[in-house]
């Protein structure tokens, strides 16, 4: 159930972020339909597994009105 809370379409998009015709990484959407008042800040970790396999948060961005955000500075943005 949370996961079609949080992932609300359950699409999956390839990305090639630097366009050179290689896949880069890919995007999906995710919401907080609980508290939409929370700041980036509130986020303490974020766990995600592709086939079974752990994705390191380095390699981890969120993108929140056209700005990216590392995931292990999410901790320290309040203005959003």
Not at 17 to 43: H, L, M, R, W
Not at 63 to 80: H, L, M
Request: include cysteine; charge should be negative; hydrophobic fraction near 40%.
């Amino acid at each position: 159930m949370a996961d079609r809370l949080l992932l609300p379409d359950r699409i999956i998009r390839n990305m090639d972020i630097n366009k050179d015709g290689e896949i880069d990484g890919f995007q999906f959407d995710i919401c907080n339909p609980f508290y939409t008042a929370e700041p980036v800040s509130s986020i303490r970790s974020i766990q995600l597994k592709v086939d079974g396999e752990k994705v390191n948060t380095e390699k981890m961005s969120l993108i929140i009105r056209n700005q990216r955000i590392k995931i292990e500075d999410a901790p320290t943005v309040y203005w959003i």
